[in-house]
């Protein structure tokens, strides 16, 4: 299985047009390859660099979504109406949705993170990367990961 975008390579330069410095829209993504047993798929944004990747603290998360179709070829630019079924979690922000790159220093990796599960998961009710991954355990028969980098252009 593979998670890939057309907008930047695996350990690329994210565009700004998809951070808190640009649009903050989400990047298109391809998945490629998902097993044919997957009843359905989760997918984790995830900083593990925050706040300074000179001395992380924490993994600040941008974007959980889970219960997507196991038939989905990806997801457009700034997706705006998720797949039927799909289920958000909340972000670091304390919200649904995603929200792009704004590393207060350096540069930063931002991690791409596709799960094939083999069943679909009940409503967690917005959940955070932790429920998620609970409720995932013992579940997942496939992962993918395509990692981005970015840096602020701005001070």
Request: overall charge negative; some cysteine.
């Amino acid at each position: 299985m593979q998670i890939r975008s057309p907008a930047f390579e695996h350990m690329g330069h994210i565009p700004m047009q998809y951070t808190c410095e640009g649009r903050d829209v989400s990047p298109p993504l391809e998945f490629v390859d998902v097993p044919e047993e997957a009843a359905s798929l989760a997918l984790i944004v995830d900083d593990p660099d925050a706040p300074d990747p000179a001395a992380p603290k924490m993994t600040w998360v941008h974007w959980i979504l889970y219960n997507l179709p196991p038939d989905l070829n990806g997801l457009p630019e700034g997706v705006g109406v998720l797949p039927e079924g799909t289920l958000e979690g909340i972000n670091d922000w304390g919200r649904t949705g995603y929200g792009g790159p704004c590393p207060p220093i350096g540069r930063h990796r931002y991690f791409f993170k596709l799960y094939a599960l083999d069943r679909l998961l009940p409503d967690l009710e917005e959940p955070t990367r932790e429920v998620l991954e609970s409720a995932m355990e013992g579940h997942v028969i496939a992962t993918a990961e395509l990692v981005g980098t970015y840096e602020k252009q701005r001070p």
